[in-house]
């Protein structure tokens, strides 16, 4: 299932889909699925974006997870592709390749000469992982000690942000819960654990410069620095 865009994204996303009635600007199944989450995953990123600023954006999702959230080297670089098609201001990947592939580098070229900026997630330990090991790929990995907010640039040349998933607003359309997971204190009766990892960390820092574009501070190469992963 595909859409035809109606305006130029401004986020594209690579993840297991989105809440139900969600607005998209661009969508593509390579299965032939709805746009809806039943993984959960695409879900709580959103929820994370959504702590920094409303969701009111132009959205481009590749529902690249359907029944698990694995992916080869060939569906992810189709995915980056599929993009590439309609260049999204801001790309979010949530997972990486433990090697790096020749078909997917040059569709993150192509999206960078597009001016496209991609923000990937990067485990916190072990061997880099593809997209975010390339050089003008925003690496963001999880430090379980940071609260939302401005993410911190490491040493090793990776963005360092909160890396729990926020909770999601209830479907009636109330008032999120006023406890996260980056909060003191026990959890209220009855929540589900929290998610945490470098993919929502990702979405933490991305939010956080999503929100800073919004009120009128660009993001620019000189405010993010030399964006990559060492190593």
Do not use: N
């Not at 959504?50 to 690249?64: D, T, V």
């Not at 189709?78 to 993009?83: L, M, R, S, V």
């Amino acid at each position: 299932m595909s859409l035809i865009p109606a305006l130029t994204p401004t986020l594209g996303l690579i993840d297991s889909g989105v809440p139900a009635g969600t607005p998209l600007a661009r969508f593509h199944s390579p299965v032939g699925a709805d746009p809806e989450d039943r993984l959960g995953h695409g879900r709580a990123i959103l929820a994370t974006l959504s702590h920094y600023l409303p969701p009111r954006r132009q959205i481009a999702l590749y529902k690249l997870f359907e029944a698990r959230l694995t992916a080869d080297a060939e569906a992810l670089a189709t995915a980056f592709e599929w993009q590439a098609e309609a260049p999204p201001a801001w790309l979010l990947c949530s997972l990486g390749l433990p090697r790096a592939d020749a078909r997917l580098r040059a569709a993150v070229a192509r999206l960078k000469a597009a001016g496209t900026r991609i923000v990937a997630s990067s485990p916190r330990f072990g061997a880099p992982v593809y997209p975010a090991a390339w050089p003008g790929v925003m690496a963001v990995t999880g430090d379980a000690g940071l609260a939302p907010g401005p993410p911190r640039r490491g040493r090793d040349g990776r963005w360092y942000a909160c890396v729990w998933a926020a909770q999601e607003a209830p479907e009636d359309g109330g008032e999120a819960s006023p406890w996260q997971p980056w909060q003191m204190g026990p959890p209220p009766a009855g929540m589900p654990p929290p998610l945490g990892g470098a993919s929502f960390a990702a979405a933490h820092a991305l939010g956080y410069w999503l929100a800073e574009s919004v009120e009128g501070v660009k993001a620019t190469d000189e405010t993010l620095g030399s964006v990559g992963q060492s190593g």
